[in-house]
């Protein structure tokens, strides 16, 4: 039996989900992206999984697409194939970024092009020390379309996205660091327990939190700074109200109730209770039908009443 392009493995709270074409450096054939949006879609449907760690298998993260593939499509005179399926990787890609629960990268190799696309989608972004990571199309004389062109520019500096973008180069994950892109460089053996770790310490958190939290991080930036603040103000007013704040003070340094701990670094053991009970308050709201549209209308009328 043929394994999986994409292994996804959800246990104690965290989807592990491992990119499984060593041999052809994970390139992102039309098998793997299928497999990819497969494990997306267990992830959603999943209450328990509250985050995500996404890796490689073999020396390498992803080495973009398939090249391979992408020219039988064009030999084949179907180059409205081969747009139909780079629509498809950047929607799923978008999928990811979307996901309401923090997605680590854990790059162990080499990353490039639709690679790095796929990085750019990630929360927090570690990184092996022999990682090598670049975009690479023009090597090809491909194009970005997986995001790259959309996303690195806001992610670094936009004079050393150009030199990324124009010369093809591939840098070393501690580039990367100096960039802002990668928030830790660290020895192999050390890469996926770490992110294990900060998995681990954020799903310890509050659901509700995580997600607004994510929201405002990528609606925020692209808005007016009055804009962005008038926003903050407004998912502030939703959560003041929710009883998932009263829990969390409740449970904060201080305030008497040694039991748990709400307010933890990520290199705070996880107290597994306090991620049962949040899980119980999501549940409760979900069954509400709630929604952070209506939530939103309603913060609006709060603070501008």
């Given at each position: 039996m043929t394994e999986s392009p994409v292994l996804c493995d959800i246990r104690d709270e965290i989807a592990w989900v491992t990119l499984n074409r060593p041999e052809q450096l994970n390139?992102?054939?039309?098998?793997?992206?299928?497999?990819?949006?497969?494990?997306?879609?267990?992830?959603?449907?999943?209450?328990?999984?509250?985050?995500?760690?996404?890796t490689g298998a073999g020396k390498a993260f992803c080495a973009g697409g398939d090249l391979k593939e992408f020219?039988?499509?064009?030999?084949?005179?179907?180059?409205?194939?081969?747009?139909?399926?780079?629509?498809?990787?950047?929607?799923?890609?978008?999928?990811?970024?979307?996901?309401?629960?923090?997605?680590?990268?854990?790059v162990n190799g080499t990353t490039v092009a639709g690679g790095l696309e796929l990085v750019l989608c990630c929360d927090v972004v570690l990184a092996a020390e022999g990682a090598k990571i670049g975009d690479g199309h023009l090597r090809y004389g491909v194009l970005p379309g997986g995001g790259a062109a959309a996303r690195l520019p806001r992610k670094i500096p936009i004079?050393?996205?150009?030199?990324?973008?124009?010369?093809?180069?591939?840098?070393?994950?501690?580039?990367w660091a100096e960039a802002g892109l990668v928030s830790a460089v660290l020895p192999t053996d050390?890469?996926?327990?770490?992110?294990?770790?900060?998995?681990?310490?954020?799903?310890g958190y509050s659901p509700l939190a995580l997600r607004d939290v994510k929201c405002m991080l990528r609606k925020i930036p692209d808005l007016s700074l009055d804009d962005g603040l008038s926003h903050e103000l407004e998912v502030f007013a939703v959560h003041a109200r929710r009883e998932d704040l009263v829990e969390g003070l409740r449970a904060s340094p201080g305030s008497g109730n040694p039991s748990i701990m709400a307010a933890r670094a990520f290199s705070d053991q996880v107290d597994t209770g306090w991620s049962k009970k949040m899980r119980e308050i999501i549940r409760n709201e979900n069954g509400r039908s709630d929604s952070i549209r209506s939530e939103s209308a309603l913060g609006r009328s709060l603070v501008t009443n």
């Open positions: 390139a992102l054939s039309v098998g793997l992206i299928r497999a990819l949006a497969s494990a997306l879609d267990a992830i959603a449907a999943n209450p328990a999984c509250r985050a995500v760690v996404l020219l039988a499509m064009l030999e084949a005179g179907e180059p409205d194939r081969l747009e139909v399926f780079v629509r498809e990787i950047s929607g799923l890609f978008a999928r990811l970024e979307a996901l309401d629960i923090p997605v680590i990268a854990a004079n050393k996205a150009a030199e990324l973008f124009l010369t093809g180069a591939m840098k070393p994950a501690s580039w050390q890469l996926l327990p770490e992110a294990g770790r900060l998995a681990s310490a954020m799903a």
